[in-house]
């Protein structure tokens, strides 16, 4: 009877230790299954009435960059990290015993046969992933909500899974073989701590960053007066989605597609409007961005109603304290963009109520122009 309570035990506890090594490892290339199922036709759909509602005629689809290819390679390579760390400590106990020395598990202690370093480098590993298990799985199921879910993705939170565990290491390492049995308070706290590491490691690592901030501050060098930040409405982590796409600086924004900026963010498209009509002007203007904005300019489409013959562009030069030349030079410039043009009127197409309804009239075709006479949007 006991055998038979024992063995059932047994199995009902390995059968657990498999459920879980499958949920974890499986999370993810479920989260990829459910994009292409159904999120990416609520995706295309919405990529379609903003175009509508623009007045742009494109071949550019939004299945030619959410390919199942793309996401073949991420999607493994974070699937494969879930799954043996799934295991391990799925199976600790079955093999920690076995381990006598690691140079993992043990850095410049190795060769001393730490049993009791070994121990708590395993616990502070399990918690690190864990913690970076959660983060990651709370972010994927956010950008999938959000028809945001690109293969980027799944690569940034295998790295942050494999930096959390290597911070969470470095911590054990930091404590050592004298603090893994006499620091009894802090060691109590250890598990806590690579936790926290695994929600989040780059708090671990700003410190040194902000000790070297000159070396490693991409804004720091000579880039200030283009970067995203001065661009009003751009949030932390919305800069940090566009990073994610190549674009680092104002330049990037105002030289990048329309088209392509539907495609691969998550961004309304008069919210995208808006903000390449800030960064175009933000790299005519630089420094004296500010001055401008101060009298209602924000962007290149307010410069498109300014007339000239009434010499409004010199009220507002001085009103903004700003050269009256530069800003005549600037003006003329916009208005012989037809680039800037042509995002003038699909800005005008997507604040006007109704606008879906008039989109034959104001259509501007991207794929049928002339040669030498296509805008590239």
Same mark, same amino acid.
């Given at each position: 009877m006991i055998t038979l309570t024992f063995l059932l035990a047994f199995n009902i506890?390995?059968?657990?230790? +498999? /459920?879980m090594v499958i949920i974890i490892a499986g999370f993810m290339p479920l989260s990829a299954f459910s994009f292409f199922k159904? /999120?990416?036709?609520?995706?295309?759909?919405?990529?379609?009435?903003?175009?509508?509602? /623009?007045?742009?005629? *494109?071949?550019? &689809?939004?299945?030619?960059?959410? *390919?199942?290819?793309?996401?073949?390679l991420p999607v493994s390579f974070i699937t494969l990290i879930c799954l043996l760390a799934a295991g391990f400590i799925a199976f600790t106990n079955d093999f920690v015993g076995e381990i006598g020395d690691s140079l993992i598990l043990t850095g410049a202690f190795f060769g001393d046969a730490n049993t009791d370093l070994i121990r708590q480098s395993l616990a502070v590993v399990t918690y690190a992933f864990l913690g970076s298990f959660i983060w990651s799985s709370f972010?994927? #199921?956010?950008?999938?909500?959000?028809?945001?879910?690109?293969?980027?993705?799944?690569?940034?939170?295998?790295? &942050? /899974? +494999?930096?959390?565990?290597v911070i969470a290491l470095i911590i054990s390492f930091l404590i050592g073989k004298e603090g893994a049995t006499n620091i009894f308070q802090f060691k109590s706290s250890l598990v806590a701590i690579a936790f926290l590491a695994g929600m989040f490691p780059e708090r671990f690592l700003q410190y040194l960053i902000n000790l070297f901030k000159k070396f490693v501050d991409p804004d720091g060098l000579n880039t200030n007066e283009l970067s995203l930040y001065r661009i009003e409405g751009i949030t932390m982590?919305?800069?940090e989605r566009l990073?994610?796409?190549g674009i680092t600086n104002a330049q990037n924004l105002a030289t990048y597609s329309l088209?392509?900026?539907?495609?691969?963010?998550?961004?309304?498209? &008069? #919210?995208?409007?808006?903000? +390449?009509g800030q960064a175009k002007l933000l790299c005519y203007l630089k420094e004296d961005i500010d001055k401008l904005r101060s009298v209602g300019i924000r962007s290149v489409f307010d410069l498109v #109603?300014?007339?000239?013959?009434?010499?409004?562009?010199?009220?507002?030069?001085?009103?903004?304290?700003?050269s009256e030349t530069l800003l005549k030079n600037v003006n003329d410039q916009v208005l012989s963009d037809r680039g800037i043009l042509?995002?003038?009127?699909?800005?005008?197409?997507?604040?006007?109520?109704?606008?879906?309804?008039?989109?034959?009239?104001?259509?501007?075709?991207? #794929?049928?122009?002339?040669v030498g006479e296509r805008i590239d949007v």
């Open positions: 506890l390995f059968i657990g230790k +498999i /459920m159904s /999120m990416l036709p609520k995706k295309e759909r919405d990529y379609q009435k903003a175009m509508n509602d /623009m007045g742009i005629n *494109t071949e550019k &689809r939004v299945r030619d960059v959410y *390919t199942p290819i793309r996401y073949l972010a994927v #199921t956010v950008r999938l909500f959000s028809k945001d879910l690109v293969p980027s993705v799944y690569y940034r939170a295998g790295i &942050r /899974m +494999i930096l959390a565990v982590s919305q800069k990073e994610e796409i088209t392509q900026l539907c495609i691969e963010t998550p961004f309304e498209s &008069r #919210t995208l409007l808006d903000w +390449i #109603t300014v007339r000239r013959s009434d010499n409004e562009i010199g009220f507002i030069a001085d009103a903004a304290s700003i042509a995002l003038a009127g699909f800005q005008e197409g997507v604040n006007t109520p109704g606008a879906e309804e008039n989109q034959k009239e104001n259509q501007v075709p991207e #794929t049928n122009a002339p």
